[in-house]
């Protein structure tokens, strides 16, 4: 069952085609990765989907839902997060409220509970910092719960940001290039940290680069080139495309 529908999306800057009538579904649970070439459009449609940019044609449809054009908060709190090719932690604030603040789409508590500290608003304060606490155990991060978080390592940064954006209990997760400027033991924490989220029951849509983890972990894959969609296979049937080949490699 589709979780996430793509149909024939497509966006102009000018006279740039970045995305040019590209359909696809995501199925629910699945791990699911777009690839290509730089500029052929993959986080062009990560902005799309998660309403940085509205589509000049086609519709994004989030459990039978048109969601074209919301703002990227609205999205958020519908249960899409994504993370950013660059790392983007809240450097000066310590871990624990990186994630924290993660939690902000869930928060039910009103203004005028925060206002008067209600015990309404006390409860799932406590709440929110026990379920920060939790997911930094299991993600390995919980010894650098009060440390800013711009003195964590590269790769440890990079987790940050995936745990902080799973704070927001998403049911899709996009995530732009996770493992870009890790080395590789950072990369195999990375390959089995996307396992543990999808044993949660987070569907996940990755773009990235490094082809050992696209082929490792991805159930399917989408192949972009100059904003157009080549291919679509499991990652064996990709592996052997002529299309793909050439669009990385040429022709001879």
Known sequence: MGILSIEDLSINFGGLVAVDHVSFEVKRGEILSIIGPNGSG??????????????????????????NGMKPHTVAFMGIARTFQNVRPFKQMTVLENVLVGHHPKV??????????????RKEEVMIRE??????????????????????????????????????????????EPAAGMNPQETEDLIRLIG???????????????????MDISQ??????????????????IRKNERVIEAYLGKD
């Open 108 to 121: 039910k508590s009103l203004f005028i509970d925060d206002l008067f500290h209600t015990s309404k608003q």
């Open 42 to 67: 993959k986080t062009t449609i990560f902005n799309l989907i998660s309403g940085i940019y509205k589509p000049t044609t086609g519709k994004i449809l989030f459990k039978d839902k048109l969601i």
């Open 131 to 176: 379920q920060a606490i939790k997911l930094l155990d299991l993600f390995h991060l919980k010894q650098y719960i009060d440390e800013k978080a711009e003195n964590l390592p590269y790769g440890d940064q990079r987790r940050l940001e995936i745990v902080r954006a799973l704070a927001s209990e998403p049911e899709i997760m996009l995530l732009d």
């Open 220 to 237: 399917r894959i989408i192949v972009l080139d100059y904003g157009k969609k080549i291919a679509e296979g499991v990652p064996e049937e």
């Open 196 to 214: 543990q989220i999808k044993d949660l029951g987070i569907t996940i849509v990755l773009v990235e680069h490094d082809m050992k983890v696209v």
